[in-house]
């Protein structure tokens, strides 16, 4: 006992094996309520179905909040998040690494990893044209046939995300005869059993193997018919790219989420991408959920620009507000920190400090200790947003005309 006293005041994050264990009882019991609630059969859609605020949003973020329950603490992921995306649109979600854009998308799409992540508050609206979705509440079994169809998401690593040991053209055939019903004359040409294993006649296999070329054409493929019946590994990282991207717009999706898409690619290949993904939203009238850490990504591809930070959003607005007139110091010092080839220094700037511990955040701003502009105010409670234009939304007390801003 005395030898954890000891750790306790030398570090002050030190867990002893009873508190651990504790806190341990205590989060199973948490997890098994929402697991009791995430595996009802049978859900009335009254629970699930509702509507929209503004039916020009394709999805719509209403205090988000995502959390994981570990055996050293409850980490808020995501804490309070709110913001739309419009139809047609790309909203771009940037920030350091851990601030919680990647959760936020896989809240969206129901893949947050159970039973220690679970949506605890808060809803995501999701409009499939015919009926509004809180995700939140709508159960898995309805999920599978909103992923895919209507949702789609391009992941971060294709080298990953892609199974090696199934051809290209399997892989892609698998999302078209799970999804795209619409090119079967009937039901008799593709049928699914009840384990989720597709079995199809010889002329839908036809069809489906018709279509999966055409994706693979329209994302610039040039041999599409060789690149068929490859193998992941045979392919180079922007190949195994637009091979996602054909993946994820083989539905007509209402919503492509990009989570990093060219992360590890070069300059070149990223733009190719980029442009891909830019002739794809205007084609298919679809909106983009666009997750990044490069502003100059953002700055070319975006509408909106959503920065996050630990978990919360610190600023929103169109990419013409943030990026003339950033506001919050964090934002800023995001901008300071890009390299460009007009700027004169030799070293890069960085934001000083560290990210606060997630496992216990503070109830000031969670960027004050790293804030060069801090005054009497930040040392409150975490600031309430604060509307600059119609557009532009900032959490910092700098812009509140009622905190004091003596030093």
Known sequence: MSGDKNMKKTNPNYLSAR???AISRRNRKITREFERQN????????????????????VEFD????????????????????????LGKTVGIVGESGCGKSVTSLSLMKLVQRP????????????AGDQVYNIAKTPIKEMYNIRGNNISMIFQEPMTSLNPVFKIGTQVDEVIALHSLDIFDSSDEVKK????????????????????MEMLDLVGIADSEKVYNMYPHELSGGMRQRVMIAMSIACNPRLIIADEPTTA??????????????????????????????????????????????????EKGTVEEVFKSPSHPYTIGLMAARPGV?????????????????????????????CEKRFDACYGEYPGEIQL??????????YDEGASKNE
Do not use: W
Not at 193 to 212: A, L, N, Y
Not at 389 to 398: A, D, G, K
């Open 389 to 398: 234009s119609p557009t532009h939304f900032v959490s910092c007390y700098l």
């Open 39 to 58: 595996k009802r059969k049978n859900v009335p859609k009254r629970e699930y179905l509702t509507e929209m605020k503004d039916n020009n949003n394709v």
């Open 63 to 86: 205090n988000l909040n995502t959390y994981f329950f570990t055996d050293v603490g409850t980490v808020k992921a995501v804490n309070g998040v709110s913001f739309d995306v419009p």
């Open 19 to 21: 508190e651990s264990r």
């Open 342 to 370: 007009k700027k004169d220094a030799n070293r890069l700037y960085s934001i000083p400090g560290k990210v606060p511990n997630p496992v216990d955040m503070p109830d000031y701003c969670y960027f004050r200790d790293r």
């Open 193 to 212: 059993s009840s384990d989720g294993k597709v079995k199809m006649t010889k002329e839908g296999k036809s069809k489906v193997k018709k279509r999966t």
């Open 116 to 127: 220690q992540g679970q949506i605890v508050e808060g809803e995501i609206r999701f409009n």
């Open 265 to 314: 690619l070069d300059v070149t290949i990223q733009a190719q991408i980029l442009d891909i993904l830019k002739e794809l939203k205007d084609k298919l009238n679809s909106s983009i959920m666009l997750i990044t850490h490069d502003l100059g990504v953002i700055a070319g591809m975006a509408d909106y620009v959503v920065v996050m930070y630990a978990g919360r959003i610190v």
